[in-house]
């Protein structure tokens, strides 16, 4: 008899391995009327008192299941998220369980729209659309379609305020700018500007509509290898903190730079606990915050501290800043160190910046703490725009840098100081930020040219891969060990993941709107973790695919 029940249980186990041994906490299926059972709804957990949310995706046959290990028992919120539907019934849960999930048609659909979306959904020309694509570093493109202001409002009142924030700001907390910039566009051509997309944003707005003119465009949900991911979203003490950068270290432990804060901060995923290290201000009554998050070779961590104008060192072994200032002359209102580059400063004590207030790049002698200066740009033809937006360093600690406002990666010789300029193969692409591979190879992302690109610093050959759909526009793009690149949008809530091998793709979409900045993938995971901050939800997430 007992070999009888002991050959039972060992069948069993065998026809049914993976639900035997993990048995899901919370599972279920996602339908509605419209669809019957729906793939690729994102189902978000959150639990009482808790600030750590998981998310799954549900899969052809509108299945849905939770790890064990994610959700401990107790009290969960739900939300979900799928373009046109809302949760029907009860927005709560109790693990373990099982629950059918139905959907309705959502009451706001438009509020459901992605910033990509939105950009889709109106109508106008790509110049004029792309205009749209400086707005949304600091607030949504919802919040200018719902508004009701006319051209003239336009241009006497918003965009003049708009273009007194510096980049940094957010709704919940402005900041204004001491400065043009120096190569910025000056006098009767700003102005034409401004009447131009003042008149054509009083054409995509409500002005005095009850609904727009225009039909909303929604993308396609997840499907396939899409759904196959688990998302975990940290969230941060205070809605003000934008973790623009996140990087994490040798421990586990991520850490991210506060776009609009003078903080540095450290999130512990095991617990969720996060603690901040102030920095002090070194220009009282200019814009705070920090921007590019890099660390050296002996894991210190570097940080631009833009307006107020310094190099910043934070020594992890002492839990101490370190801080270098420009030189007087250079230290002018309009200075902006956004990103400091320490990655080969091993090879001969120096460390690459740039200053985003009059496209230069400096670079800062550690034993003396002198700083050199470049400006590749100076001798521009008049009306000219450049702006040295990254600058990423070989293995030999030569410099490239982007040059955002134009079509060009340059390269600075660390030896002779020689400057040159490479061209890449898609105009007004709009390079942004990337990183040096252990091949030497630059990769970054068009932010104007929905592409990701290679440049191959050996060789001097461009490789460029479009990123659809139209408006994906990519901030960042970074190399994982398995010879895929990833990138993530401030405008489609989508991170994308590029076999370079094969060109295949897949998209992943994230739980809610996430303005993504700088990507960074944890390699000593398997399969990898993708980590990127949500500037406007002040929050970090965690992308774990399945395969």
């Known amino acids: 008899m007992r070999f009888r029940h002991f050959l039972a249980a060992l069948l069993a186990a065998a026809a049914f391995p993976s639900h035997a041994q993990k048995p899901a906490t919370f599972s279920g299926t996602v339908s509605s009327v419209e669809e019957g059972a729906m793939e690729g709804v994102l189902v978000s957990a959150k639990k009482a008192g808790s600030t750590i949310t998981v998310t799954v995706v549900s899969d052809a046959k509108g299945n849905y299941s939770f790890p064990a290990a994610r ?21 709560v849960a109790y693990v373990p369980s099982m629950r059918k999930l139905v959907l309705k048609k959502a009451s706001d659909p438009a509020s459901q729209l992605s910033n990509g979306e939105w950009l889709a959904s109106m109508p106008g020309t790509d110049a004029q659309k792309g205009q749209l694509l400086n707005c949304v570093g600091c607030h949504t493109v919802e919040r200018i379609v719902r508004s009701r202001h006319d051209a003239e409002t336009f241009m006497k009142t918003i965009l003049p305020r708009m273009q007194g924030y510096v980049n940094q700001s957010i709704p919940q907390h402005p900041q204004l700018r001491k400065a043009e910039r120096l190569m910025e566009e000056r006098g009767d051509q700003r102005v034409q500007v401004y009447r131009s997309t003042a008149e054509y944003l009083a054409t995509i707005n409500l002005g005095e509509a009850r609904k727009w003119s225009y039909a909303l465009t929604t993308l396609p949900r997840p499907s396939g290898r899409a759904t196959r991911v688990i998302y975990t979203e940290y969230d941060l003490p205070r809605e003000t903190i934008s973790p623009h950068d996140v990087i994490v270290d040798a421990g586990g432990i991520a850490w991210y730079s506060s776009f609009g804060e003078q903080n540095l901060g450290r999130l512990d995923p095991k617990t969720g606990i996060v603690r901040e290290f102030p920095i002090e201000t070194s220009k009282p009554g200019f814009p705070t915050g920090l921007l590019g998050l890099r660390a050296d070779r002996d894991g210190n961590l570097w940080l631009g501290n833009m307006y107020q104008a310094r190099i910043l060192k934070f020594d992890r072994k002492m839990q101490k800043f370190v801080a270098w200032k420009l030189p007087a002359e250079q230290d002018i209102d309009a200075a902006q160190l956004n ?4 990655q080969a400063s091993h090879v001969d004590g120096k460390v690459w910046t740039q200053n985003n207030g009059f496209a230069g790049v400096h670079r800062l002698d550690l034993a003396s703490g002198r700083i050199e200066t470049w400006e590749p740009f100076k001798n521009a033809p008049q009306g000219e725009p450049h702006n040295i937006y990254d600058v990423i360093p070989d293995s030999q600690n030569n410099a490239y840098f982007t040059d955002f406002r134009q079509r060009h990666i340059g390269r600075i010789d660390a030896k002779t100081g020689e400057v040159k300029l ?16 252990a091949q030497d190879r630059l990769w970054f992302g068009e932010y104007r040219g929905d592409r990701i690109a290679m440049f191959d610093t050996k060789t001097g050959q461009f490789r460029e891969w479009p990123v659809a759909p139209r408006w994906s526009s990519p901030y960042d793009v970074t190399l994982d060990r398995n010879e895929e690149a990833w990138t993530g949008s401030m405008i489609t809530d989508r991170v994308t993941r590029l076999d370079t091998k094969t060109g295949g793709m897949v998209d992943y979409l994230l739980p809610r709107t996430t303005n993504i900045r700088r990507v960074f993938v944890d390699n000593s995971t398997t399969p990898v973790t993708f980590w990127a901050g949500s500037n406007h939800g002040a929050s970090v997430v965690k992308l774990e695919p399945l395969d």
């Open 71 to 91: 959700l401990a028992p107790g009290k969960y919120s739900l939300k979900v998220r799928a373009a046109g539907y809302e949760l029907e019934g009860p927005a």
């Open 339 to 342: 990103m400091v580059s320490p």
């Open 422 to 437: 490479f061209t890449i193969p898609t105009p007004a692409s709009a390079p942004r930020r990337g990183m040096m591979d």
